[in-house]
């Protein structure tokens, strides 16, 4: 059984950065991909980023672009999601994903697809 712990979310100003870490444990091997998705109160959860191992290959939200970046280990047992230009609509608890199945146009945004999730990183950004 994999596990995830996710850590670096905080409570900053609009306009602040920060950068979040997922580390994986239980791990035999690599998997397929990590994600990271969020979700605020009264919300469906969201897809945010991901990161197919094999050929680093990312993906993102269009809310994000421009201002997310997901990156990997050399392990293949942590991500990170650097977070800058932060706005008060990033506010959420963030959840680090891995799956072990492949995803459909190198796109891992479905969270149906991930089997493995972490407890949550909450990040605040007030204006």
């Known amino acids: 059984q994999v596990q995830l712990v996710e850590s670096g979310g905080g409570s900053v100003q609009a306009g602040d950065s920060l950068r979040l870490s997922c580390t994986a444990s239980g791990r035999t091997a690599s998997s397929y991909a990590m994600g990271w998705f969020r979700q605020a109160p009264g919300t469906e959860r969201e897809f945010v980023a991901s990161?197919?191992?094999?050929?680093?290959?990312?993906s993102y939200a269009d809310s994000v672009k421009g201002r997310f970046t997901i990156s990997g280990s050399v392990d293949w047992n942590t991500v990170y999601l650097q977070m800058n230009s932060l706005e008060p609509d990033d506010t959420a608890l963030y959840y680090c994903a891995d799956t072990y199945y492949y995803c459909s146009g190198y796109l891992c945004s479905d969270a149906g697809t991930y089997n493995s999730w972490g407890q949550g990183t909450q990040v605040t950004v007030s204006s």
């Open positions: 990161i197919i191992w094999h050929g680093g290959i990312t």
